[in-house]
C-alpha cells in the first residue's frame, strides 16, 4: 500500500513537471493498486489524476472517461461539485455550452449542499463567464455578482481577482469600455498585491487594448 501511494506522489511530481508520459504511467500503476485493495479513496485520486493528464493532452473524450469513473465512486460525497466543475470545463473548452452550463448548475448544488461556499462562488463566477460567451447577459450578470459576493465574503483574493476580471468581459460585452476598463484595473491591482505575476501581465495586455 505504501508503494500506490508513493506512485500516485510520482505521478504528480511529473504531471507538476509537463511530463505527462511518466506521470500516467505511474498514476496507472497507483490505479491498479488501488483497484486490488479496494481503497476507493486512491481509486478515485488516480482517476481525477488521469483525467487532468489527459486534459493537459487536449483528448477530451478519455478526461471525461476518467472523471465520469471518478464521479461514480464519489457518489454525492464532499469531492463531486469539484469533478461536476472539472467535466463542465470541458465541455466549455469543446464549445458545448448547455452541458457546461448544466454541470455547472450541479456543482454549485453539490458545493451547496455540503457547504463549500467560496467553491459555490467559484462556480457561479464559471457559469457567468459561459454566459457571457453566449451572449446570456441578463444570467451572467446575475451569476458574476452572486460569485463574486460570495467570494469576496470569505476573503479569497485570487477570486475576486477573477471575478473582477469576469465583469470587465461582461460590460466589454456590453458596449461600456469605461466600466470594462475599471474592472480590468481592480483585477490588476489584486492580482499584482497577491503575487500573481501570470494574471496580472494578462490584465495589462487586455488594458493596453484601451485608448
Given amino acids: 500500500k505504501d508503494l500506490m501511494y508513493i506512485y500516485n506522489w510520482l ?22 493498486l488501488a483497484e486490488k485493495f479496494g481503497d476507493v479513496d486512491g481509486e478515485e485520486s488516480d482517476l481525477n489524476n488521469i483525467a487532468v493528464i489527459f486534459r493537459h493532452e487536449g483528448n477530451d473524450s478519455k478526461a471525461l472517461e476518467y472523471y465520469r469513473k471518478a464521479l461514480k465512486l464519489e457518489n454525492g460525497k464532499s469531492q463531486t461539485g469539484a469533478i461536476y466543475n472539472n467535466i463542465a470545463l470541458i465541455y466549455f473548452d469543446m464549445h458545448n455550452y448547455k452541458k457546461a452550463i448544466e454541470y455547472l448548475k450541479k456543482a454549485i448544488n453539490a458545493a451547496e449542499e455540503h457547504g463549500h461556499y467560496l467553491r459555490s462562488g467559484e462556480n457561479m463566477l464559471n ?3 459561459v454566459y457571457i460567451t453566449i451572449k446570456d447577459f441578463k444570467d451572467a450578470k446575475f451569476y458574476l455578482e452572486k460569485g463574486l459576493e460570495r467570494v469576496k465574503k470569505v476573503g479569497n483574493k485570487y477570486w475576486e481577482g477573477v471575478g473582477y476580471e469576469y465583469l470587465g468581459w461582461y460590460y466589454t460585452n456590453m458596449g461600456n469600455k469605461a466600466l470594462a476598463k475599471d474592472y480590468f484595473i481592480k483585477a490588476l491591482d489584486i492580482f499584482r498585491a497577491i503575487g500573481d505575476d501570470r494574471d496580472a501581465s494578462v490584465m495589462l495586455k487586455v488594458l493596453s487594448l484601451f485608448k
Fill in 11 to 32: 505521478g504528480n511530481e511529473y504531471l507538476e513537471k509537463g511530463d505527462y508520459s511518466n506521470a500516467l504511467f505511474y498514476d496507472s500503476k497507483s490505479l491498479k
Fill in 127 to 129: 457559469l457567468g463567464y
